[in-house]
């Protein structure tokens, strides 16, 4: 069963506009969330990441909010770019087994 | 370092066949993870290892599938016998968690088509 979920497949925005990209989580015991950023024919690499004790992360375009009550968490890209395009998958971990359970992601198309 | 790195990049092989996969984690990574991506299901952890010892296999879709880590730099996810529905891209990731962050590396994966 799915225990990450990000129910956009697709989104579109473009350039300089905001890109707000969701994720909801069903296991409370989640200690950790991660953002990746993927392109084709590539491994995931890490983008950023925020722990259950924040409820905000910022490092320069991207930031991450987490809402535990609501088991919701969000990527903010701002500016968005071109560059930006790719699919992003959200992430969670508890701090027990540190293996990372994966949304099926999101497909970001800046256009210019 | 060169980061996670995974061989073969391809892999084409016919439905029957044993097909093997290998990773070379980072250099000081304790934890080495084998996902698999599918358009139906995204990526999904097959299977994990701390210290060379597997820690969760309940992934691994069946007994056709199994992963070894012979020692800290290796592993192998071997499918045998392959079956078309096994295609899929597989990938292969290390880290070192600290307190504060569970950041895996990734390999650029092997995407294996099961004729």
């Known amino acids: 069963d799915q225990q990450v979920k990000q129910n956009s ?9 905001i890109s707000i990209l ?8 989640f200690d950790y969330f991660l953002w990746y950023k993927k392109y084709p024919a590539e491994g995931p690499t890490f983008l950023i990441s925020i ?12 930031t991450v909010f987490l809402n535990k009550s ?11 770019q071109p560059g930006d395009s790719a699919v992003y998958f959200c992430a969670a971990a508890t701090n027990s087994g ?15 | 370092d060169a980061g996670v790195i ?5 892999e084409v092989t016919e ?22 991506q599918t358009m139906m299901r995204g990526l999904e952890l097959l299977i994990y290892f701390n210290n060379n010892v597997p820690i969760d296999d309940s992934g691994m879709p069946e007994d056709r599938f199994s992963a070894k880590m012979p020692n800290a730099s290796f592993s192998t996810l071997k499918i ?9 891209v597989y990938f292969c990731a290390s880290s070192f968690p600290g307190i504060l962050n569970t950041e895996a590396f990734f390999g650029q994966g092997t995407r294996l088509t099961v004729v």
């Open chain 2, 80 to 88: 045998q016998p392959s079956e078309p529905r096994d295609s899929a």
């Open chain 1, 98 to 112: 540190y293996a990372l359970n994966f949304g099926k992601g999101t497909s970001l198309l800046v256009t210019p």
């Open chain 1, 51 to 62: 722990s259950s004790i924040k409820d905000k992360n910022e490092d320069g375009r991207f």
């Open chain 2, 15 to 36: 439905m029957g066949q044993e097909v093997t996969l290998r990773c070379k984690p980072i250099s000081g990574h304790d934890y080495l993870f084998w996902y698999r």
């Open chain 1, 22 to 29: 969701n994720c909801d989580y069903t296991n409370s015991m």
């Open chain 1, 70 to 80: 609501a088991k919701h968490l969000s990527l903010h890209i701002v500016p968005s």
């Open chain 2, 6 to 10: 995974q061989s073969p990049r391809h």
């Open chain 1, 9 to 17: 497949p697709s989104l579109s925005v473009q350039e300089g506009r």
